[in-house]
């Protein structure tokens, strides 16, 4: 029988030489050695491994990994029965794998993200069929009743926006994708419309049938052109297989969609600036209201939500509402995929139910620092998160929970910092971000920004450090109260935790005049 060997084509995977590793695979295939197949997968998010060579047996698959070119010749000659140094066992038998709760990431690395007959083989399109017999407003209590909420940072429920759209009336209605990703050590996203891109098509011809929405564009990050290019052949096979166009699935209801480029702003991530320049503008901040549901794309009603929500929506309404509302905790309900990067030994992603620690993260999945030195802080939420010292690492993943202690979950992404962080300099470094990024529509943030990453560069040098402290809490103050955007309302957020959790940083001194000769 012929054998399925898999090696991602997942953009962490290439950087770690995936493609020549699929080379000298498809090279041992035609010299007639191997009765095999080459499948070109996602990753399974187990980065530290990549690239990750399975081989599929009548047990599972087995792993091997990090593989070079260099390795496949023997790891094949081997096979999966023999021993090889850089053997894994099954794959979904490795902890960090096995321990996790996979609902939206469920395929992601399982198939071949371009085979819609895989897709459907595991799990796909039952959740459109479903909805396709469904009114939209029993979509949207589907959606509502699970109590999803956006991924894209702000946790706002999926279902009472998906309402406000269902309760326009137009002539036009848009949903729209965002896959801006911008926070850093986020890559959920891109992983998806590289590895399960037909999960994204999926989740947004339900939005459009829940909504009364014919049209839908996914804008993705300019620094992914993998997924984009994926993302474009995913929507051609769609278009062509009747997943997307005039019958959906052979219906009578009509849905399509393109994929666009971003602009490469972090503020395009915003949703009126995406919006912006989804219609062809520079990225800037539109006044709300009106809200995007209500005068969004082209000033029609629009659902704007983040590639994890939408992408969520197929196992919801495959599964039900209840399946998913089991998970999680509070009013944080379903699973998160965080995606663990910075100073860590084994970085990844890892989809659990809310309510999991920072300590389970860092240390049970992460296996500490990437060093060997001690943790000292982890930001949560991008840049724009909380700077938390380790006393804060028993705080459950939730909302409400992080929110009470001044941080934010965000889209999941935790970068590690081992003890030779300065968190002065990541303080100035969030001023700095903000200047950078800001759109220039609002004083505080225009100016701020400025202001406070030279008020930081001054206490740093050791002038006046008490009363230049005062300055910096005075600027958080008025960004956080008179922004028009969460990018200058939330700059004062790693600022004020690092001044909070690391006084010790910011306890500088002046230089000593050097010594005359
Ligand atoms: C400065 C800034 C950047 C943002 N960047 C992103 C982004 O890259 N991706 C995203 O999904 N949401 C981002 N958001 C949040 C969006 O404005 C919006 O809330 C989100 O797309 C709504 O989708 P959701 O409800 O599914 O989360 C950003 C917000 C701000 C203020
Ligand atoms: S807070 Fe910054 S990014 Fe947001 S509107 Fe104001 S200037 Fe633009």
Redesign the pocket.
């Known amino acids: 029988m012929t054998m399925r060997i898999y090696v991602p084509s997942d953009s962490a995977a290439l950087s770690m030489g995936a493609d020549a590793v699929a080379h000298a695979v498809s090279a041992e295939i035609k010299s007639g050695k191997l009765d095999a197949k080459l499948v070109r997968n996602g990753s399974r998010g187990l980065l530290w491994l990549e690239p990750l060579l399975e081989i599929e047996t009548p047990q599972g698959r087995i792993g091997y990994g990090p593989v070079k070119p260099s390795d496949v010749k023997a790891i094949l000659a081997a096979g999966p029965a023999g021993e090889h140094p850089l053997t894994l066992g099954l794959v979904e038998a490795i902890p960090y794998l096995a321990n996790q709760q996979r609902l939206t990431f469920a395929r992601c690395g399982i198939t071949d993200p371009l085979s819609l007959e895989d897709y459907e083989a595991h799990g796909g399109l039952k959740g459109l069929r479903r909805a396709l017999d469904m009114a939209p407003a029993d979509i949207v209590k589907e959606v509502t009743d699970s109590g999803l909420r956006g991924r894209g940072g702000a946790g706002f429920p999926t279902g009472i926006k998906w309402k406000t759209v269902l309760g326009c009336e137009a002539d036009q209605k848009y949903i729209v994708c965002n896959a801006d990703e911008g926070d850093s050590g986020t890559f959920s996203d891109r992983m998806i419309m590289e590895g399960d891109p037909f999960a994204l098509i999926e989740g947004m011809a339900i939005a459009g049938l829940a909504v009364g929405a014919t049209r839908g564009y996914v804008y993705i990050r300019s620094e992914y052109p993998h997924a984009f290019a994926q993302m474009i052949r995913a929507i051609e096979i769609a278009r062509a297989k009747n997943l997307l166009g005039v019958t959906v699935l052979g219906s009578n209801r009509i849905f399509d969609m393109e994929a666009r480029l971003g602009a490469g702003a972090y ?1 395009c991530g ?1 949703e009126t ?1 995406l919006l912006e320049s989804l219609e062809g503008r520079r990225g ?2 539109r006044f709300k209201p009106p809200l995007p549901a209500i005068e969004g794309l082209f000033g029609k009603p629009t659902v704007v939500n983040n590639l994890i929500s939408l992408a969520t929506v197929p196992v919801i309404l495959a599964e039900g509402a209840n399946h998913y509302k089991d998970f999680g905790m509070g009013r944080s309900r379903g699973t998160m995929p965080i995606q663990l990067g910075g100073n860590i030994k084994r970085g990844g992603l890892i989809e659990r139910a809310f309510g999991l620690t920072l300590r389970e993260l860092i240390y049970d999945y992460g296996g500490g620092t990437y060093s060997g030195r001690p943790v000292r802080a982890v930001q949560v939420g991008g840049p724009l998160g909380a700077y938390w010292p380790e006393h804060l690492f028993d705080v459950p993943l939730d909302y409400e929970a992080f929110a009470a202690k001044g941080g934010m979950v965000g889209h999941g992404g935790i970068v590690v910092f081992d003890d030779s962080v300065d968190l002065a300099k990541q303080a100035r470094f969030a001023f700095h971000f ?1 200047a950078i ?10 100016i701020g ?1 400025t202001r406070g990453a030279e008020t930081i560069d001054k206490i740093m040098r050791g002038e006046r450090v008490v009363q230049n402290i005062d300055v910096v809490k005075d600027l958080c103050e008025t ?1 956080r109260d008179g ?7 939330l700059t004062p957020m790693p600022v004020m935790s690092a001044m909070e959790h690391f006084p010790e940083d910011f306890d500088r001194k002046p230089a000593l005049p050097a010594a005359a000769e």
């Open positions: 503020i915003e600036s800037q901040i903000c990024e800001s759109c220039g529509k609002c004083t505080p943030c225009r920004s960004m922004s028009l955007c969460a990018l200058g309302g």
